[in-house]
């Protein structure tokens, strides 16, 4: 500013160096001659007019500057009052009325015109000194000017496509205080010009299609002009499908950092699926969006489970809350979340039955989360630490046998295991062949690794007669399939599976020469179909008569004593409703109708009872 300022009054001092250049160089001036008059220096100056232009824009650049300096202060103060009034000594009725007051004198007295003026004052300001730059530049140095034109150029380039943006991007966040002033004119101009058009129209021209149209857009323009920028883009946002309300959930999910939050989220989503305000709320919760949030939804429950930290009260009421919400807005649980359960960071939930439970409340959508589910819930009931009622409940379920046969499995070794083992094998055989699929077999060759962890010589007769029938089932299809998947799944069953086979057949003609337990995993000849026998022993076939009914203490009129009959009497406990503490109760176990108490025979049984033993009644 400084430097602009001497190229518009005169330099008298170049004056005055002339003149005393004169008088010294007088060859005369020694003989003590009066100088001539001086004349005024000031009165032969005309300033440049390019000087002229630079000072009237930087110092109205300035001028504006400091005004928008005086009104932000001024309008930061105004808030200040605005702030104490309100707010301060007064009941909350009062402080209502009060706001209200003043709401109405800042609408009254056009407040926002201050408020929107201070930006725009600014941006002229910037303007105005950068003109009076290029101009100062243009007349001193062309090397300087190149170099900033250019920069200003750049900016002036990014400054006008800002302007345009929320013209044609209504989500876009840019803007400047012209924007508003563009848009009153596109819309204002459109306005026009299909108001022509409709005129034209008018006269039998054209169909009533195009006149229709015609009178169709005059009216959305003219809606928009008399709106505004702002209420455009609100009604654009509000005709949006659902799928951003979902990408809005996900946004607010990952934003929440601790779990009573995320419980507080969760809690909210029955309610959100309710909701009136949305026509198809559910739509929120399509493909990634669901997905993301139940992954989410079950990390939370494995910190919440796996915690020795919280209480049970609480577990249990989170437990409700994300069952609540994954069936009411059908998340669905994705493979990449089962594989983190059974290989990953979310392990811990393997052994939690809760979770099992959790797991059996759900409706799947889709018949592979089914499927590994139920893989989930295998594990779960074999390598639960603790085997309460809870406990009870889901294997009773996962099984689907009674709580008689259950704790009769129990007390005979590792047959629940093998039980829990065969009810997985035929859960696989029938979910790949009714569906057909071709995936790989990563998480189902963990279920079953973990599953087959047994001593099958511990469990009961009928139970190991129905894995021999399995395992023929399963080597045929191996060896005799013509679907490659079909010969792929039964192969890794029987390669997971083997161990057991090879315990309960060692010693016998059915013990596979090929292999033994030592044989590595790696081996080759385990992914040969070939490579597995069938189990050909006579009193491992489900057809062959067992000899475990024993002699009904306490049953009225009915004496059996079967050849080899084999007498089981275990202890009464809470788990079998209906017993005497402290009494013996006899179990009466037949292969095609299970483990009854004697005492309580079914109906089945007793007719079983009667074709298949000797005896009276």
Not at 11 to 16: K, P, Q, T, V
Not at 113 to 135: D, K, M, N, R, T
Not at 215 to 229: C, K, N
Not at 379 to 395: D, K, P, S
Request: with cysteine.
């Amino acid at each position: 500013m400084a430097v602009s300022i001497h190229d518009v009054r005169p330099d008298n001092s170049a004056f005055y160096l002339a003149n005393i250049y004169e008088v010294l160089a007088d060859p005369n001036g020694s003989n003590g001659t009066v100088p001539r008059a001086l004349g005024n220096p000031s009165s032969a100056f005309s300033p440049p007019k390019y000087a002229v232009w630079v000072n009237t824009l930087w110092f109205l650049s300035l001028a504006l500057s400091l005004t928008c300096a005086l009104l932000a202060t001024l309008l930061q103060h105004w808030v200040r009052r605005y702030v104490k009034i309100t707010q301060l000594r007064y009941a909350p009725h009062k402080r209502a009325r009060i706001r209200a007051f003043f709401a109405e004198g800042l609408a009254k007295l056009r407040i926002t015109w201050a408020v929107e003026a201070l930006p725009v004052l600014l941006h002229i300001a910037f303007s105005l000194f950068f003109a009076g730059l290029v101009i100062f530049l243009f007349k001193t140095d062309l090397t300087a000017f190149k170099f900033v034109i250019s920069w200003i150029g750049f900016c002036s380039i990014i400054y006008t496509f800002i302007t345009f943006m929320p013209i044609f991007r209504h989500d876009s966040p840019y803007s400047t205080p012209l924007s508003s002033l563009v848009w009153l004119l596109y819309t204002g101009l459109l306005y026009l010009v299909f108001q022509s058009l409709r005129w034209l129209t008018a006269f039998n021209c054209f169909n009533r299609a195009t006149w229709v149209r015609f009178h169709a857009l005059r009216d959305h323009y003219y809606g928009r002009f008399s709106f505004g920028m702002e209420k455009a883009a609100e009604d654009f946002a509000l005709k949006l499908p659902s799928d951003i309300d979902g990408r809005a959930l996900i946004r607010t999910l990952e934003a929440l950092d601790e779990d009573d939050e995320l419980e507080k989220f969760f809690s909210g989503i029955p309610s959100l699926c309710r909701s009136v305000v949305d026509s198809y709320p559910q739509g929120a919760f399509k493909t990634s969006n669901g997905e993301k949030m139940s992954e989410a939804l079950v990390g939370f429950m494995c910190r919440t489970l796996t915690s020795n930290l919280i209480p049970e009260s609480i577990k249990q009421c989170r437990i409700e809350i994300c069952s609540k919400a994954i069936n009411a807005a059908s998340l669905p649980i994705s493979r990449r979340t089962f594989d983190r359960i059974l290989y990953k960071d979310w392990s811990g939930l393997l052994t939690s039955v809760e979770f099992g439970l959790f797991l059996k409340r759900i409706v799947y959508q889709d018949p592979f989360s089914d499927y590994y589910s139920q893989c989930v819930i295998s594990v779960i009931v074999a390598t639960a630490q603790e085997r309460n009622a809870r406990w009870f409940e889901l294997a009773m379920s996962q099984l689907g046998v009674s709580g008689y046969v259950l704790q009769s499995y129990l007390d005979h070794g590792d047959s629940l295991l093998l039980a829990n083992c065969i009810s997985i094998c035929r859960r696989t055989i029938r979910a790949y062949s009714e569906n057909g699929w071709d995936r790989d077999v990563h998480s189902q060759s963990k279920t079953l690794k973990t599953v087959s962890r047994l001593d099958i010589r511990t469990t009961l007769p009928e139970l190991r007669n129905d894995f021999c029938k399995l395992w023929n089932e399963i080597a045929v299809s191996a060896r005799d399939s013509s679907d490659r998947r079909t010969r792929t799944i039964s192969t890794n069953i029987l390669f997971h599976i083997r161990s057991i086979y090879l315990a309960l057949h060692e010693g016998t003609s059915a013990a596979p020469v090929q292999f033994s337990t030592s044989t590595a995993d790696i081996d080759p000849i385990l992914m040969l179909p070939s490579s597995y026998p069938l189990c050909n022993i006579q009193s491992h076939s489900t057809d062959s008569p067992h000899h475990f009914y024993t002699t009904p203490t306490g049953a009225t009129g009915l004496t059996v004593q079967p050849p080899g009959a084999v007498l089981q009497t275990v202890s009464s406990n809470d788990v079998l409703p209906g017993s005497v503490p402290g009494t013996p109760l006899v179990l009466i176990t037949d292969p095609g109708v299970g483990i009854h108490r004697a005492d309580k025979p079914s109906p089945d049984f007793v007719r079983i009872l009667l074709q298949g033993c000797t005896g009276s009644v």
